[in-house]
């Protein structure tokens, strides 16, 4: 049985490690960290590792989202 919530579509949520959000993110894998431990980025702890939903990266990016010009 799960414990997992669906997400907005009804399906399970994705997860990535911090090396893809850094790579998608074009940082290091520190940036990342820092923004876990900032409290910025919302992480699942498993482990020694953590595991980041892509809906929580998506709101991280679209709340720094400008505008050119």
């Given amino acids: 049985m799960s414990h997992v919530q669906s997400n907005e579509t009804g399906s399970r949520p994705r997860f990535f ?3 893809e959000v850094a790579d998608q ?9 820092r923004l876990i431990q900032a409290g910025e980025l919302p992480a699942v702890r498993v482990g020694r590792s953590y595991r980041l ?4 990266v998506d709101r991280y990016l ?3 989202y400008t505008r050119a010009g």
Avoid at 53 to 56: S, T
């Fill in 17 to 19: 490690t911090v090396a």
């Fill in 25 to 33: 993110l074009r940082v290091s894998n520190m940036t990342v960290y």
């Fill in 53 to 56: 939903r892509e809906e929580d």
């Fill in 62 to 64: 679209a709340a720094r």
